[in-house]
DNA sequence: ATTTGCCTGTCACTTATTTGTCACAATAAA
DNA sequence: TTTATTGTGACAAATAAGTGACAGGCAAAT
């Protein structure tokens, strides 16, 4: 079994050794940085699997060592605040973090969200995604149901990436309109009803579904 | 201040009472349990905080209790040893153990580690959250009792929350309009009555309840 | 240039669920 | 008992989601 490099970027020596010793206690490979210059040379030196990154510090901040990161990879960050402010959540999600602690923290939820990232990265990153009997080759831009390819148009191709990207959670139609069709995109959020609805009728023999969330919007998961 | 409930499960009187008396005298609520069966019973009925669990005990050991109640639930759970061989502590981890308290201790270590960890389970993470066997999963906005999953409407669902979010205050009528339907929601304040009843009627096989407060409105609670 | 064949976004209409209010019953306090 | 307060069933209005239809867009083929 292949160890993920985390890489631990938080000032205060103290909670970063606590931090380390549980990850390697965890049999993660861990790379400590001190402040936001040595995080950003060891993550364009190293291959990092995870970034567990202070917001507060010395050198370049977390919000500016997230930025730069998030120009050149897609690798999963998870952001440890003092603060509880929602803003700053809602800033952390547009920086393109992926998760976000608040201080203090228990170890155990801390590697709980490290976990289920890494879960989930290693469904994305690889060319090939299952999610109950449909198989998306990546690469091949083909879509199957038990084996059969079936044929989407590209909307639901994307929309089908983004739904699988997101299993299990729940979608506002705002976010997938976001991601989907691209932040600049004006017009009706029922435009994603529609999609779902062509792309439930594609993949109704399959064993995924797309939930509705009444009041929110969608969730993608595989049936009970 | 909410008083949490301790569960101490230790065969040996003479100690148990000791730890009892302690934890009492710090203002917890406590409960005893001389065998690892009545510690079951008394976790599957009660609302318990955290565990303090001794390792060797007749009727079910400690290890076997340990792992019966991670199937269900993320409380806290502190072991007792005699030994404090390193493999018993790594397998107590492992079995999901939060800590682990070597004998003989004293009494102002195992008080420093309770309150340690309830600290911590305090404010685990925003996306679950745990009232009774009820949970909540914020992201994929869903809701478990007892590991099922039952159907709520927008409305129920934000109740829950905020409910949640106030678990064992008094909430008056006007104040669950004001943070539920939003502050310039006009409308009869009754209606808090009625959805308190259909949420009341959904969650009434949990271990939780909404108490009504007579002249002020309702209190979200843990079965007693 | 024109045709053909998808893809897409929007709209209107239908269906299903949710919600707020009311009237009356039940209950607790005085 | 009287009175105030809360519980509850019923129902109509409001809201949300599912869906078919359609017209414009776009690209490949003719």
Redesign the interface.
């Known amino acids: 079994m292949y160890a993920p490099n985390i890489l631990v970027c938080e000032d205060e020596e103290r909670l970063r050794k606590i931090i380390v010793k549980y990850l390697i206690n965890e049999g993660f490979h861990v790379m400590e940085a001190e402040n936001g210059k040595k995080a950003l040379d060891f993550f364009f030196e190293q291959s990092i699997d995870l970034i567990i990154l202070d917001i507060m510090m010395p050198e370049y901040d977390g919000w500016s060592v997230c930025r730069s990161i998030r120009q050149e990879s897609d690798v999963p960050i998870i952001m440890l605040t003092a603060r509880s402010e929602e803003s700053d959540r809602v800033f952390g999600f547009e920086l393109g973090a992926d998760d976000?602690v608040?201080k203090?923290?228990?170890m155990?939820?801390l590697l709980?969200r490290v976990k289920a990232l890494l879960k989930r990265s290693s469904n994305i990153s690889q060319d090939e995604r299952v999610i109950g009997n449909i198989k998306i080759d990546i690469k091949a831009h083909k879509v199957f149901i038990g084996g059969n390819e079936i044929d989407l148009s590209p909307k639901e191709y994307d929309l089908l990436i983004y739904l699988s990207q997101n299993k299990?959670?729940?979608l506002m139609r705002e976010n997938i309109l976001d991601k989907v069709w691209g932040y600049d995109y004006y017009g009706d959020l029922r435009t994603v009803d529609t999609h779902v609805k062509r792309l439930r009728r594609k993949i109704q023999d399959s064993t995924a579904k797309i939930e509705t969330?009444?009041?929110?919007g969608y969730?993608f998961e595989v049936k009970a």
Not at 213 to 216: F, N
């Open positions: 976000y608040t203090p923290f228990s155990k939820e709980m299990d959670l729940a969330v009444r009041g929110v969730r």
